[in-house]
C-alpha cells in the first residue's frame, strides 16, 4: 500500500495562532487525500476532500476559512488550522486514496494538535 | 447517506481465544468494506478488505465475512495475541458520491495474557 507522512506529529500552540499541518504521500501520486479529525475515544470524522490542483471539497460543518487546505503537488498536501481554539485541539489525519474501482485508503500516523 | 453501526463497542478476551466485530451498512450501493486496526497515538492501518463481489476472505489468522443482502459484514480474529489490542474500525465506500469513506465507530479490543 501507499506510505502516508505527516509533519508535525504534534504539536502545541497558542489561542488565536495558526498552524499548518503537511501530508505526505511517499511513494504514490495522490490525486486525492482526505483529512480527518478524530476526537478521543470517538471515530474518525471526515472533514474534507482535496483535489490536486482544485479547490478542496468540505463536509457539513467544516467550515472552508478556518481549515484550509491546499494541494499544490501530486504528493502533498495541507491542513492550515486558522486563529485556532482551544475546541480544535484535536487528533488530525490524512489518507491518500487510491481512487478508482475501490476507495483503498491509507492513513499517515496523524497529527496531536494541542491548543492552549 | 451511507450509515455504519459497530458492535461491541469494547471487546475483552483471553489470549488463544477468538474475536468477532460486526458491522451493518445502509447503502446497498456500498461495495468496498475495509478493517482498519488503530493503536493508541497512532494513524489507522489497513488490516483487511473486502469487495462486494466476495463472501469471504482470509490472511492468516484474520478473515472477513460480507453478507450483502442483509447488509452485514464481520472481522474474525483467531488465536489472539496481546499485541492484538488497539481500536478497531469497519468502514464502507462507494464509487459513487465522491469515494467517500464511512467509518463505524470503533471497537476497542482488549487481549488478556
Known amino acids: 500500500g501507499a506510505v502516508v507522512s505527516q509533519h508535525p506529529s504534534w504539536v502545541i500552540c497558542k489561542s488565536g495562532t495558526s498552524v499548518k499541518i503537511e501530508c505526505r504521500s511517499l511513494?504514490?501520486?495522490?490525486?486525492?487525500m482526505f483529512w480527518y479529525r478524530q476526537f478521543p475515544k470517538q471515530s474518525l470524522m471526515l472533514m474534507a476532500t482535496?483535489?490536486?490542483?482544485?479547490?478542496?471539497?468540505?463536509e457539513q460543518g467544516v467550515e472552508k476559512d478556518k481549515f484550509l487546505i491546499n494541494h499544490a503537488s501530486l504528493t502533498l498536501s495541507t491542513l492550515t488550522v486558522t486563529s485556532a481554539h482551544p475546541e480544535d485541539s484535536s487528533f488530525y489525519i490524512c489518507s491518500t486514496g487510491l481512487v478508482g474501482s475501490y476507495n483503498e485508503q491509507f492513513f499517515g500516523p496523524g497529527t496531536r494538535l494541542t491548543v492552549l | 447517506g451511507e450509515n455504519v453501526e459497530q458492535h461491541p463497542s469494547t471487546l475483552s478476551v483471553q489470549e488463544g481465544d477468538s474475536a468477532v466485530i460486526k458491522c451493518t451498512y445502509s447503502d446497498s450501493a456500498s461495495n468496498y468494506f475495509p478493517w482498519y486496526k488503530q493503536e493508541l497515538g497512532k494513524g489507522p492501518q489497513l488490516i483487511i478488505d473486502?469487495?462486494?463481489?466476495?463472501g469471504e476472505k482470509k490472511d492468516q489468522r484474520i478473515a472477513v465475512t460480507l453478507n450483502k443482502t442483509a447488509k452485514h459484514f464481520s472481522l474474525h480474529i483467531t488465536e489472539t495475541q496481546p499485541e492484538d489490542s488497539a481500536v478497531y474500525f469497519c468502514?464502507?465506500?462507494?464509487?459513487?458520491?465522491?469515494?467517500?469513506?464511512?467509518f463505524g465507530a470503533g471497537t476497542r479490543l482488549f487481549v488478556k495474557a
Open positions: 482535496s483535489n490536486e490542483g482544485s479547490k478542496a471539497t468540505y
Open positions: 511513494d504514490f501520486q495522490a490525486t486525492t
Open positions: 473486502i469487495r462486494s463481489n466476495v
Open positions: 468502514a464502507a465506500s462507494q464509487r459513487s458520491g465522491g469515494f467517500k469513506t464511512i
